[in-house]
């Protein structure tokens, strides 16, 4: 039903009610900008470092950005300042990122953008087969996407759990791999939504314990419980839109499938081990309810970690945070990480990051 159209009166006895100000002195002047994360503010630094760089390096002005014989220079120095994995030579792609990322510091910078003539220009120098790699050589060939069949999965597991050799720097790893990988398969998430991406870093982005994962024991069409996680995805773009972030639930019945593919199985050993639920401390307690006409649906709290991975009492919950366990404060802004970082003092309080096998 379409708003009805309020009157000059109306309007005035509503900014009367809210005691609007009708001088607007007391208001800055000041632009209003969106709040960049950190791993973008250090992208746009570094980008404008390199300018600075060439500005000193070859007597040129900011000014002098707009002559498309400097615009293209400028390129081909970052071009030639970077080294690539085949062969030294660097991405395209890469160049193309640096750009973007000195274009838009300049827009923040200076309160206004570039003429398309220079990052149009620029962007159509770097792409544009036979232009940069003239001077400069560069890498334009791009792998062939390969996507993951369930025989591919199958196998992926079985290699994690039965025939891999690999020792993990604590147990827990291995869990978090296992259920990440089935997260990204049974889910439309990518790894940076669950646990810290590389192209956020030091952002403490991901999954987390508070309003991040819900455990629901619902009554399945066939009549048994049946027991469903669904993690909250921090996709991108919902930065500033946290209640919209998607969720995927995963159900626990797979149908034929083994069980070593059961999308539940980690998070709920998760949760355990940690002691995430604040009502149950065992599987068989959790396996026990029963939804009722009346309830047909029971979702479990969640709670901070209590139960420290490493200790004499594991499932103690100590009244005062245990210090020696949680050396590194947690992150204040998002809570406890549900893929938290472990030291050999028990859990940080910090996200795992996506490259923490490689680490």
């Given amino acids: 039903m379409p708003r009805k159209k309020i009157t000059a009166e109306e309007r005035a006895k509503r900014l009367q009610e809210r005691q609007f100000d009708s001088d607007k002195s007391s208001l800055s002047q000041e632009r209003v900008k969106r709040e960049l994360m950190p791993g973008t503010k250090r992208n746009y630094t570094n980008a404008m470092d390199l300018w600075a760089a060439y500005c000193q ?7 002098d950005i707009f002559d498309q014989q400097t615009m293209k220079h400028f390129i081909q120095y970052m071009a030639a300042g970077a080294r690539g994995h085949v062969n030294g030579m660097p991405m395209d792609s890469y160049i193309g990122f640096l750009w973007k990322s000195f274009t838009a510091k300049w827009r923040q910078k200076k309160g ?12 159509q ?19 062939e996407r390969n996507y993951l069949t369930l025989t591919h999965f199958q196998n992926l597991l079985q290699q994690l759990w039965r025939k891999d050799w690999y020792m993990f720097t604590f ?3 291995q869990v978090y791999l296992s259920s990440l990988l089935k997260s990204c398969m049974y889910s439309s998430g990518r790894v940076g939504e669950y646990v810290e ?3 956020r870093p030091d952002s403490d982005r991901g999954l987390y314990v508070e309003d991040g994962v819900t455990f629901v024991v619902i009554r399945s069409r066939k009549g048994t419980p049946e027991l469903i996680v669904a993690p909250k995805r921090d996709a991108k773009g919902m930065t500033n839109r946290q209640q919209k972030c998607p969720r995927h639930p995963m159900q626990e019945d797979i149908e034929s499938l083994p069980l070593y593919l059961n999308p539940v199985l980690e998070p709920l050993v998760i949760c355990l081990a940690r002691g995430l639920f604040r009502h149950f401390k065992t ?12 309830e047909p649906h029971y979702e479990l709290s969640l709670r901070a970690s209590a139960a420290p991975l490493f200790g004499d009492k594991p499932n103690a919950a100590p009244s005062e945070p245990d210090v020696s366990a949680n050396d590194v404060e947690r ?5 406890t990480p549900f893929y938290e970082r472990v030291s050999c003092l028990g859990t940080t309080g910090k996200i795992l990051k996506a490259s923490w096998l490689s680490e």
Avoid: M
């Avoid at 120098?125 to 792998?143: C, F, M, Q, S």
């Fill in 331 to 335: 992150p204040k802004a998002t809570g």
């Fill in 171 to 173: 147990p827990i790893y």
């Fill in 283 to 294: 599987a068989d307690e959790i396996f026990a309810l029963e939804p009722t006409p009346e």
């Fill in 125 to 143: 120098w770097i792409y544009t087969k036979g232009e940069l790699d003239a001077h400069v050589p560069l890498n334009r060939e791009h792998r």
């Fill in 197 to 199: 991406s590389t192209a």
């Fill in 112 to 123: 206004s953008g570039l003429p398309d003539s220079v990052t149009n220009s620029g962007k």
């Fill in 57 to 63: 390096e070859h007597g040129v002005e900011d000014d």
